[in-house]
């Protein structure tokens, strides 16, 4: 009896070192994901920031994400740029998870400036409800830079 439990114990440890569990700092990423979220995997969605002759804008400035997706935005052109979150144009029950979300916040819900062509900003949406997201771009809102990130 005692030899059949300790076998019992010697498979479900072979099962989970297969699956990287105890394996350490070595474990692969994606077998950890596969264990917790079986749906599809977050991805990296890139959002650009552009100032040219043909004005201020995020493009795209209408992006469409799944819940857990992270947002990267990448300077392009006409810098300073930077990311604000409307407070109010968020999901419910958003505020504090987005604040969380975005390091380096010079203010509520507002990314730092971005200085240099190809400086890149992310914001993860992992843990976020789901909605509409409205944002722009604090220097220059008054040129009409705004966007929407609606989370599925
Ligand atoms: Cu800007």
């Known amino acids: 009896m005692t030899t059949k439990l300790s076998r ?15 394996a350490g700092a070595a474990a692969p990423v ?3 994901l596969a ?7 977050p991805k990296t969605v890139e ?5 040219d002759a043909s004005g201020y804008r995020f493009a795209p400035a209408k992006l469409t994400i799944q819940r857990g997706d992270r947002v990267k935005f990448t300077l392009v052109s006409g810098p300073p740029h930077n990311v604000v979150f409307w407070q109010d144009s968020i999901p419910k029950g958003a505020g504090a998870k987005l604040a969380k979300a975005m390091t380096n916040a010079v203010g509520p819900l507002t990314g730092p400036f971005l200085m240099n062509a190809g400086e890149t900003y992310s914001v993860s949406f992992e843990g976020l409800p789901a909605g509409t997201y409205r944002y722009y771009c604090a220097p220059h809102l008054a040129l009409g830079m705004t966007a929407t990130i609606e989370v599925k």
Not at 8 to 22: M, N, P, Q, W
Not at 35 to 41: D, M, Q, W, Y
Not at 47 to 51: D, K, R, S
């Open 8 to 22: 019992r114990r010697v498979a479900s440890a072979a099962a989970l070192v297969a699956f990287g569990v105890g």
């Open 30 to 32: 994606d077998a950890n």
């Open 35 to 41: 264990l917790t979220r079986p749906t599809i995997a």
């Open 47 to 51: 959002v650009q920031m552009i100032g």
